[in-house]
T-cell receptor
Framework: EPEVTQTPSHQVTQMGQEVILRCVPI?????FYWYRQILGQKVEFLVS????????KSEIFDDQFSVERPDGSNFTLKIRSTKLEDSAMYFC?????????????FGPGTRLTVL | AQKITQTQPGMFVQEKEAVTLDCTYD???????LFWYKQPSSGEMIFLIYQGSYDQQNATEGRYSLNFQKARKSANLVISASQLGDSAMYFCAMRERSGGSYIPTFGRGTSLIVHP
């Protein structure tokens, strides 16, 4: 069964460093998403991406965040200058159809620890 | 105001029993979708079930069913015949059209523990 994959599973970085989190969505899916979950808290939407551009973003997704689909398979989240409060689990998801009704399939997550 | 409210931080159930996890939502949009996800201790998010606001029937997927009461704005998840592997966090989520966007909102989750 096709699945969303994410690398690395765990990333440790120093405050102020740039990190890139990588995702490979399900191959025929058209919509891609990033979410984060601070430990013990609820899942929060960051951004959705369709047709090579951002379609929605939340207030959390400020100028230090960016997303890219550099080739036909990868979908990346870049945090330019990490802060302690960026420590969280980051989930990538993808869906075949429109966000309001179609099922989003989540990857296993990348745990980001900022020291 | 919270868009999604899960009032049960923790629930316990005996194996093979049924359990209901509560979810209420708040929206003024007539078109919305409601989702339940399971998050085991390993951390991944697993889609369980979807209910559209215009769906006439309650959604069912195997042992999972969604008790959708539109007038009360509730979308409770019912797990029948609980198994030990059902022990996990369960999140209710909603996607509504807000200002032209479909940004999803998650509840704070309910931790379910299934006892043998």
């Amino acid at each position: 069964e096709p699945e969303v994959t994410q690398t690395p599973s765990h990333q440790v970085t120093q405050m102020g460093q740039e990190v890139i989190l990588r995702c490979v969505p399900i191959s025929n899916h058209l919509y891609f998403y990033w979410y984060r979950q601070i430990l013990g808290q609820k899942v929060e939407f960051l951004v959705s991406f369709y047709n090579n551009e951002i379609s929605e973003k939340s207030e959390i997704f400020d100028d230090q965040f960016s997303v890219e689909r550099p080739d036909g398979s990868n979908f990346t989240l870049k945090i330019r200058s990490t802060k302690l409060e960026d420590s969280a689990m980051y989930f990538c998801a993808s869906s075949l159809g429109v966000p309001q009704s179609d099922t989003q399939y989540f990857g296993p997550g990348t745990r980001l620890t900022v020291l | 105001a919270q868009k999604i409210t899960q009032t049960q931080p923790g629930m316990f159930v005996q194996e093979k029993e049924a359990v209901t996890l509560d979810c209420t939502y708040d929206t003024s949009d007539p078109s919305y979708g409601l989702f339940w996800y399971k998050q085991p201790s390993s951390g991944e998010m697993i889609f369980l079930i979807y209910q559209g606001s215009y769906d006439q029937q309650n959604a069912t997927e195997g042992r999972y069913s969604l008790n959708f009461q539109k007038a009360r704005k509730s979308a409770n998840l019912v797990i029948s015949a609980s198994q030990l592997g059902d022990s996990a966090m369960y999140f209710c989520a909603m996607r509504e059209r807000s200002g032209g966007s479909y940004i999803p909102t998650f509840g704070r989750g309910t931790s379910l523990i299934v006892h043998p």
